[in-house]
């Protein structure tokens, strides 16, 4: 209010009107930054930092994590408060997927059982095909493979079509990298693809069990069903890809340049895949 009329009348009148010191007035024209409000000032301007590191992927939970790291004594609930205050949140939006077909499915043996636990990574894989959509190409599909003890997407494959060559490749991929020993646990759904005579003699090949999904049970695959779920929350439904090929570009740089090598995970001990991968084998040679 002062400001606001000092051009009409002199500070000290205003002042006495409004009855406070005029020394109060200039105080607060000087006013000094307090040490909180550099800290929260620091914080965020870190904070925002590591989420633009991440593409906007990462919520308080990891950030949180990664400011502990560097050495910052700061609880979530204050990262939450001023990543709330700054207007920072993880990107997370769901989109349409097609309708699976209702083609009739036999049931198969579930060895897995939900039993998602393991002691070392190769013990149990668990794999899994989704949509992703291109504007000239159309519907392109992924196939997954994913390594329940480290997270790690081991192999992976994209086409243009839904076949069995189409998972065939992406575990041809995941054995040729990880060269697991025999007795590993493959585990899918009962989609065509994987019921199929051609990839039974494929698992026969790799000296792999293959454990199946109960009918209507999704959680019986929860893993890596929750892996394409990150996918398409982290970086699909956050752009729109021209052709196929655009769209393996980035879905290579996805797997294998962040969810395995950068992204950290809360359920590995806030370690990426790789990191994991590298701890065990680094322990096992020694």
């Known amino acids: 209010m002062i400001e606001q009329n000092s051009d009409q009348h002199s500070v000290q009148m205003l002042c006495d ?6 020394s109060t007035y200039y105080d607060t024209l000087n006013k000094t930054e307090s040490n909180r409000e550099r800290e929260n000032r620091e914080l965020t301007q870190r904070i925002k930092e590591i989420h ?5 992927r990462y919520g308080a939970p990891k950030i949180h994590y990664i400011l ?13 408060r001023l990543m709330k205050k700054a207007g920072i949140q993880s990107i997370v939006t769901k989109k349409f997927r097609p309708t699976p077909s209702n083609e009739k499915v036999v049931e198969r043996e579930n060895v897995l059982k939900r039993d998602f636990s393991t002691t070392t990574m190769n013990e149990k894989w668990v794999g899994d ?5 291109t504007l000239k190409d159309g519907w392109c599909y992924l196939a997954s493979v994913l390594d329940l003890h480290t997270k790690k997407i081991v192999g992976y494959s994209f086409s243009r079509s839904m076949t069995t060559d189409l998972i065939t490749k992406a ?13 590993l646990i493959f585990h899918s759904d009962l989609g065509s693809q994987y019921t199929s005579d051609e990839f039974a003699k494929v698992i026969e090949s790799y000296n792999m069990t293959h454990s199946f999904s109960h009918k209507g049970s999704p959680y019986d695959n929860a893993c890596i069903e929750s892996f394409h779920a990150i996918l398409k929350k982290e970086e699909v439904n956050h752009v729109q890809y021209f052709d196929f090929h655009s769209a393996k570009i980035e879905l290579f740089k996805y797997i ?7 992204r950290i995970h809360g359920s590995i001990g806030y370690k990426t895949p790789q990191e994991l991968e590298n701890e065990i084998s680094s322990s096992t040679a020694a």
């Open 52 to 56: 633009s590191e991440s593409k906007q």
């Open 129 to 133: 095909i989704t949509y992703i959509h």
């Open 171 to 183: 575990l041809e991929n995941a054995y040729q990298t990880q060269q697991p020993q025999d007795g």
């Open 17 to 22: 009107v409004l009855d406070i010191p005029r």
């Open 256 to 262: 294998e340049g962040w969810y395995n090598r950068k």
């Open 68 to 80: 502990g790291e560097e050495g910052y004594q700061v609880s979530i609930k204050r990262v939450q």
